[in-house]
């Protein structure tokens, strides 16, 4: 048996091509110097998972009190129970263990799982397809010229990603702190539907914000434009509000995205038919584990779930499952290139090919770590265990 025997963290400057305003959009912006973390647990053997992060997410406090001391001597293949393990300790954290600081210990485990065996982990994770169609998902609108300023500019954008392959665009619209409001994104949703025709999937991500009778305008729109799905247009916490919703439109109400509670808080939004398509990520919903919890779950009550997010992470998750039909690549924007890999990274984990994103093959969850550029460019590390 192999147990773990460190839980540590890299911190090291990286470089990335946009900005995130107050409200936490992000939008392009000029070439400029961020700071990343890569978690990593090492086993007794020696083999090494890992997970890039925030380095606010996996601080050293978290480490050292938390994740450390439920995960140092334990057999590291023993991913479900080390997952309750840590996620325990939240409730005495005080806030301190974030879900994404879960997710984070959750997707190095199943990483170094995979390195151990020598499979991807969406084969360890039960293998059910090799590609999937993804998305076009947009960046929130802006007021930069040529960008995403306008509906115009929106359709424009939506012409140019059919063209490179996706049969299916989400529009994240206007959000403060730009001008706003349910006219202006019917005018943007209207635009693209008729730019692209009645063949291309079209989802929306509005403001979050709006109000019932806002919601309600903004989705007889949509059902009337034929959209897939309607995501996230009022304060998620309330559950009720989303089930008068969707037991008013056509068009399908997807969620939830944000709201606190992992696959448990799943659970009460398909109970309560505030949904008809679920919803569920890896980093904000505490890992992979509750992740697979939640898609399972849709695909009891026969209902998809769509997986929130890009990366390596949501791959494993939809590679290993058949109830939903997407994966998200983005954030995209017409200033903005997706498939240029960052700095630390040797190329990216999700190429476009026909439309499709294929699943990686390299053992593990398949990122592509430049090691070297890592290691010349750390300013900082903590952990907890041996050296």
Known sequence: MAVVERVGVTVFTTVTRSVVDGHGHRHPGPPREVREALL????????????????????????????????VGQDSLDRERLWHRVARRQRGAQGNLSDRALSAADQALWDLAGRRLGLPVWKLLGGARAEVPAYASTMCGDDIPGGLATPEDYAAFAKDLVSR?????????????????????????????????????????????????????????????????????????????????????????????????????????????ACDILRVGVVGSGGIIPAVKAVHLAESFGMDCEIHGNGSGALAVIGATLCGRWYERGLLHPHSDYDTPAPHLRSIVDPLVDGKVRMPDAPGLGDDLDVDYIASRTVASWGTGSQ
Not at 211 to 238: C, H, I, N, Q, V
Request: charged letters at 20%; hydrophobic letters at 40%.
């Open 165 to 273: 392959g996706y049969r299916g665009i989400k529009l994240h619209t206007w959000m403060p702190p730009m001008p706003y409001g349910v006219d202006r994104d019917i005018e943007a949703c209207a635009a693209v539907r008729d730019a692209v025709g009645p063949d291309v999937a079209l989802m929306l991500d509005s403001n979050h914000w709006y109000s019932r009778s806002e919601a309600l305008t903004l989705g007889r729109a949509l059902d009337e434009l034929g959209f897939a799905w309607y995501e996230e247009p009022m304060e998620e916490a309330s559950v009720q509000s989303y089930r008068w919703l969707a037991d008013q439109l056509r068009t399908p109400i997807l969620g939830p995205e944000t709201s606190w509670g992992k696959h448990m808080a799943r659970a009460e939004w398909v109970a309560a038919g």
């Open 40 to 71: 990593t647990i090492t086993d007794s053997d020696g083999v090494t998972g890992h997970c890039l992060a925030a380095p606010d997410t996996v601080r050293e406090a978290v480490i050292t009190s938390h994740i450390g001391p439920a995960l």
